[in-house]
Every structure is written in structure tokens, then in C-alpha cells.
């Protein structure tokens, strides 16, 4: 139950319970609001009426009940393979993804991808991607190229990493074989 306050008064519906629930995403929470899991509460009970309007402008001192149900399972089914993973908390994983392999399952890869590994190692500490139980992953890198790899495992750190990849608000370094000795000491390749 979210209890609006004077700083959220006259803000969007939507907008006001992603503040109040910051484990949520404002596309999560309009998500439920639109799928009839929101309702202003009567002020005698936990009870109240649906409310189905995203855009709603919310009041102080309004109640309003919020069905969050347990994620889906994922699809792909989890998928035993050893993983490099190279940090995981509660938040994130990271992990070294080799050559060869294949991120999303999709036609012509339908098993031995990334994410069904992840979803077996990740198991129940995933708490769900847009309602879904899945990893977020917020980057790509292709099949044949191999490099660190980011993925989410709520929908709040999600929304965080895509904003940080979208902004290009990263820096990443690289590290290179090269044979010879090239006599530039910086710059840029291009090929």
C-alpha cells in the first residue's frame, strides 16, 4: 500500500508509485497499473476501486493498493554450462562471455545460449525482468566476439545499466595483442 505525500501530489499516477517503489520501473508500474493491478483504497479497508489510468494525477493522502505478483518462469528453460563470472551480487552479474556463444536463443539458436546458463546459475536471486524471471541484459556483443558481459537481475538496476549504455556514460578499456611495434603510443583503430 503507497500512501501519497505532498511531494508526489498532482504527479502522474505512474510516476508517483515508481517513487514510492523504487524496485519497480515506471514502464513496470504502468504495466500493472494497465493490467488492472492498481486500486485507489477505500479509507475504511484494504479494498478499493481499479484504477486503470497511468496518467491519473494523484492527491495527498490517497491510498493506493498495488498487486506486484511473483514473475513469471523464464523462457528458456535454465540450462546447466560453466560460467567465468567475474562479479555477482544481489544487483548484477558480470562475467566474461567466450567466442562462440551465442547471447539470446532465437531461430537457428534455440538452446546453448547465454541466457539459459545464466537463468540456472542465477536461479531465484533473478526477481524479474518486466514480471518476467530473466536476466536483463542491457548490452550485446556477437556470437564470434568474446568481452565482459553485464545483466541485470531486477527491473531497477536494469533501468539503470540500459540508461548508463543508451548515455554511452561507460568507460570501457581494452586490452590488445599486437605484432610489432607500432609507433603511435594512442588512438583509434579502425577495422
Known amino acids: 500500500i503507497v500512501t501519497v505525500d505532498q511531494r508526489s501530489a498532482g504527479e502522474r499516477l505512474d510516476r ?15 504495466a500493472l497499473i494497465e493490467s488492472r493491478r492498481v486500486a485507489l483504497a477505500d479509507r475504511s479497508d484494504q479494498t478499493g476501486r481499479t484504477v486503470e489510468e497511468p496518467s491519473r494525477k494523484v492527491k495527498t493522502g490517497e491510498r493506493y493498493i498495488v ?3 511473483a514473475p513469471e518462469p523464464a523462457e528458456p528453460e535454465p540450462q546447466a554450462m560453466a560460467l567465468d563470472i567475474l562479479f555477482e551480487d544481489d544487483d548484477l552479474i558480470v562475467l566474461n562471455k567466450p567466442a562462440g556463444l551465442v547471447v539470446h536463443p532465437a531461430p537457428g539458436n534455440p538452446d546453448k545460449t547465454l541466457v539459459p546458463p545464466l537463468l540456472a546459475n542465477c536461479g531465484e536471486s ?3 525482468i518486466g514480471g518476467v524471471r530473466r536476466p536483463g541484459i542491457v548490452h550485446r556483443l556477437d556470437k564470434d566476439t568474446s568481452g565482459v558481459m553485464v545483466a541485470a537481475k531486477n527491473d531497477a538496476t536494469h533501468h539503470a545499466l540500459s540508461k ?26 579502425d577495422a
Open 16 to 30: 508517483a508509485l515508481a517513487v514510492a517503489l523504487p524496485t519497480l520501473t515506471r514502464s513496470r508500474v504502468k
Open 164 to 189: 548508463l549504455f543508451a548515455a554511452h556514460d561507460l568507460t570501457r578499456i581494452y586490452q590488445a595483442v599486437v605484432w610489432g611495434a607500432p609507433k603511435e603510443k594512442q588512438g583509434t583503430i
Open 126 to 128: 533473478l526477481s524479474g
Open 67 to 69: 498487486d506486484v505478483p
